[in-house]
């Protein structure tokens, strides 16, 4: 017998043993036996833990169950939502998805379920699956007389973020229910920035409901369309603070010199989550008016509005706050001394980068993870090479934090000791991260590196950052890759190979992506149709593409 490879454990003992078993950690042990095995003979044994007094136990054989994948175990999973710990309920919900389109249709019949915290996360597994089907059974759903059930599926197809639902959402804005129609604002931040859908959003601005405004609003600012500015000006007057602080909020992303006056009037709000949100908005804005404001907010009381307004100085970066910054007590607030080290350092202060630099390799890993953090807000070329090292990390979150963070500051000096990490670091959440860096940073050198990620990676989310980060490069040595991974068993890979093929302009692509037009994904087929639109209207006349 080969003592390196000892018998399975037959899977009667394994029962047995997971029935008798008193300690939660032999038992956890037995579910993932159980899970590797994947035989669905366990599926009635593991449903029977929902009633288990464990929370480990219970959130353990959600798990166990999604791993297996057996349809039987859909109904359990969906009473499991209603479990009263979160952990639970968390691992139902992605069971539910890896099972796939054999759930749509029971989550379906139970989406209007009186709690919104089962709807939201019902809709999440939709949203997740995201098939032709699923969209199809969703828009049905929009038109049932239940308000939680239309609520449920204005959800979900916000997250599927499909333009096929986009004429039945803006139907939603004139439903009686105020919960529908302040899900569907919602949905429709989520869709393409058309004219009709701005215009529409803008005019819910006025809906009597403040919970619709807060929708339009937020909405309006991720669609990022400067028509929606002078709108969300005139909201933050609104009489609702619930309403002002997310109008404000919006305005974070449609960047405009016009907002700075109207925001800094926020300052002086009598609510404290409006006066968060403005220092917050300041902070991203970026503009040089804001800094005297916000040096008299650091005599605010409130430590989570000090915090931020410290954090919108450094962001800023205007020299002019280093004096107050260096200066500023932190012994009234012990937990903002990080904060204020972070911002000093995006100021450029010397001494702030040598502290932040040696707190990179302290034995604490949260220290070692804010470290990482500052370096990345101040994108400082020096922080490179301490970021190198931190790629070598014994936490693989280290390594991961630390590679999105060398990409953020874009050095081609980070290029060797990513790719070397994209070969060898056994996490895949450290391979995306370093291959989405590679993307960002743009250096050719690692388009090889990355077309072997994209072929031979087992992991979908790398192999699906590979293609983005290739798209991104815009090296044409990765079309004909990318066009075999068109039929990747993942939806995730076709769709992310199926927009780079639109990114790098080569029209040898479109015959493959037609093919697309037809998947099973929604999100693969608007992928591929975007990418064709593309390729044809850069494409010559006399190219032969119809």
């Known amino acids: 017998m080969n003592e390196n490879n000892p018998p399975e454990i037959p899977l009667e003992l394994l029962l047995v043993a997971l029935r008798t078993s008193l300690d939660d950690e032999t038992r956890i042990a037995i579910l993932i036996k159980l899970a590797m095995l994947g035989d669905s003979r366990a599926v009635e044994h593991l449903v029977d833990l929902f009633d288990d007094p464990s929370v480990l136990i219970r959130s353990g054989a959600a798990w166990a169950l999604g791993e297996i994948g057996d349809a039987r175990a ?65 828009l049905a759903a929009l038109r049932d007389p239940n308000p939680h059930l239309r609520d449920g599926a204005a959800d979900a197809l916000g997250l599927i973020g499909t333009r096929r639902a986009i004429p039945a959402l803006l139907d939603l804005l004139h439903d009686e229910s105020t919960a529908v129609r302040a899900r569907a604002t919602l949905a429709l931040g989520f869709a393409e920035r058309e004219r009709l859908v701005v215009e ?59 907002t700075v006056p109207h925001v800094v009037q926020l300052l002086d709000h009598p609510d404290t989550w409006v006066r968060l949100n403005a220092v917050q908005t300041l902070g991203f804005l970026k503009d040089h008016r804001a800094v005297e404001p916000l040096l008299k907010m650091l005599q605010e009381q409130d430590t989570e509005i000090l915090d931020q307004v410290i954090w919108s100085l450094g962001l800023i970066g205007d020299r002019r706050a280093v004096d107050a910054l260096k200066s500023f007590d932190t012994g009234l607030h012990p937990e903002l001394s990080f904060s204020r080290q972070a911002a000093l350092l995006q100021l450029g202060d010397e001494e702030a980068f040598s502290q932040i630099e040696k707190q990179i390799r302290s034995a604490d890993v949260a220290a070692r993870s804010q470290a990482i953090m500052a370096f990345e807000e101040a994108r400082d070329p020096r922080a490179v090479k301490p970021l190198i090292g931190a790629l070598l990390d014994s936490e693989w979150e280290i ?66 950052t590979a293609a983005e980060a290739l798209g991104t490069i815009g090296d044409t040595r990765a079309v004909r890759h990318l066009i075999a991974v068109l039929l990747d068993i993942n939806a995730r890979v076709r769709e992310y190979a199926a927009s780079a093929l639109g990114m790098l302009n080569d029209p040898s692509a479109v015959p493959a992506l037609t093919l697309l037009l037809k998947d099973n994904y929604v999100a693969v087929q608007e992928a591929a149709e975007e990418a064709i639109l593309k390729l044809r209207s850069n494409a010559p006349p006399d190219d032969g593409i119809t």
Do not use: F, Y
């Not at 998805?97 to 597994?125: C, H, M, N, Q, Y």
């Not at 609104?238 to 974070?252: F, S, Y």
């Open 74 to 138: 859909i109904q359990s999973l969906i009473h499991a939502l209603h479990d009263e710990d979160p952990d639970v309920q968390d691992e139902a919900t992605v069971a539910l998805t890896k099972i796939g389109e054999p759930a749509i249709a029971p989550i379906i019949a139970v989406l209007g379920d009186p709690d919104w915290l089962v709807r939201s996360s019902l809709a999440t597994v939709l949203g997740d699956i995201g098939t032709v089907t699923c969209v199809n059974a969703l």
């Open 200 to 258: 529409a959003l803008i005019h819910a601005l006025k809906d009597p409901t403040p919970e619709v405004r807060t929708g339009a609003a937020l909405s309006l600012g991720m669609l990022s369309d400067q028509v929606a500015l002078e709108a969300l000006l005139e909201v933050l007057k609104d009489d609702d603070p619930g309403v002002v602080a997310p109008a404000c909020m919006a305005l974070q992303w449609i960047p405009d010199p016009r």
């Open 399 to 464: 390594r991961s934090d630390a590679a999105s963070a060398l990409g953020h500051i874009g050095s081609p000096e980070a290029v060797p000791p990513l790719l070397e990490t994209v070969r060898q670091d056994e996490v895949p959440e450290v391979r995306e991260s370093a291959t989405l860096a590679l993307g960002e940073i743009g250096d050719e050198q690692a388009v090889p590196n990355l077309i072997q990620l994209l072929r031979q990676d087992d992991d979908a989310r790398v192999r699906g």
